[in-house]
């Protein structure tokens, strides 16, 4: 059972916003979170990558009327520093945007393509015990032919920073299978401080970066290197995988859609009726119409076409079936 917090507590949220795609995503959390989410009392944080060596370009915010929605849906703009990743490696965004958050206040971190779709107050955070998103499947490792196996690979991680291994297990999982380990998707993730979560979130992942242990000499970090670095951060700091009762984040309360085609192929009906709720009022919608995907859609019912295709009672297990098919039809936007 998932240990229940002592009392309620006020909260920060973040996400990522940058230049592209990710501004109009952050745009349509914000008024996701205002629409449905009245009962938030903590701020609101629009994490925004300075420029500087790690990117070639620019990643602010650039289209205005973005900002201005965001500052009228009580977002702040957060400015945040590149050292260790930033253009060649963007998920690590997620890593470094914490050391600019108000140290010492609890935080929860969502990726940017989240809808809130209820009461964010209604989930029973214990920030004493971090955890992240569930809603994953076995990306990482790879386990070679003639190993290691995933318990080699995981135990090196887990000896390199002086980890207990054998109390992250699932027991209930047989041996050898991806979910036995502690394995998380960085969709969302929180804990009581974002500096104390940052500093070693960036300490683990480049470590594993620069230096991988031996056991992963035939592994890709790439793009998995958050993946791989969060349930090493989660277990050290005293969570796990059941630390919030199941079906509200990834379920009742949020959903992390991914992209819009995915959101219409497979999301429940509600998930439907919320986005396209949020996203209507004029003020939203004039926004949001710039980004191709959301206006051909959301606002050009796309969407639904793309939706008839599936039968969400019996969707392909693996998602990239899902992409495949969206691909084939002509519904694949982003």
Request: hydrophobic fraction near 40%; charge should be neutral.
């Amino acid at each position: 059972m998932a240990k229940k917090p002592l009392k309620s507590q006020s909260f920060n949220i973040v996400v990522v916003g940058q230049n592209g795609r990710l501004q109009y995503e952050a745009a349509l959390f914000a008024a996701s979170l205002r629409a449905k989410s009245p009962n938030f009392a903590g701020r609101l944080f629009v994490a925004e990558p300075q420029p500087g060596p790690r990117w070639e370009k620019d990643g602010r915010i650039g289209n205005p009327q973005v900002r201005e929605l965001l500052e009228e849906l009580e977002a702040e703009i957060l400015p945040f520093e590149s050292r260790a990743f930033g253009e060649d490696y963007p998920y690590g965004n997620k890593i470094e945007l914490l050391s600019a958050l108000p140290e010492g206040e609890p935080f929860v971190f969502f990726d940017s393509d989240t809808l809130i779709l209820d009461d964010i107050t209604k989930v029973p955070f214990d920030f004493e015990r971090p955890s992240a998103s569930l809603r994953v499947e076995g990306t990482w490792p790879e386990p070679p032919l003639y190993g290691p196996g995933y318990n080699g690979i995981w135990k090196a991680l887990y000896d390199r920073f002086g980890l207990d291994f054998e109390s992250s297990l699932d027991l209930s999982q047989p041996d050898e299978y991806w979910r036995r380990y502690l394995y998380f998707n960085a969709g969302f993730f929180y804990y009581k401080c974002p500096k104390m979560f940052g500093a070693r979130f960036l300490k683990y992942a480049t470590s594993i970066q620069n230096d991988p242990p031996d056991a992963l000499a035939s592994q890709t970090l790439r793009p998995w290197l958050d993946q791989i670095a969060l349930p090493l951060v989660i277990h050290g700091l005293g969570g796990g995988r059941d630390a919030l009762p199941e079906g509200l984040l990834d379920g009742s309360v949020s959903c992390h859609y991914r992209l819009m085609p995915l959101l219409y192929a497979r999301e429940a009906d509600h998930v439907v009726a919320a986005l396209e709720e949020i996203a209507a009022p004029n003020r939203i919608k004039k926004v949001l119409k710039q980004y191709e995907p959301f206006k051909r859609m959301i606002y050009q019912k796309r969407g639904h076409k793309a939706r008839a295709l599936f039968d969400r009672e019996h969707l392909p297990r693996r998602e990239q079936a899902i992409r495949n098919t969206l691909k084939k039809n002509g519904y694949w936007l982003r």
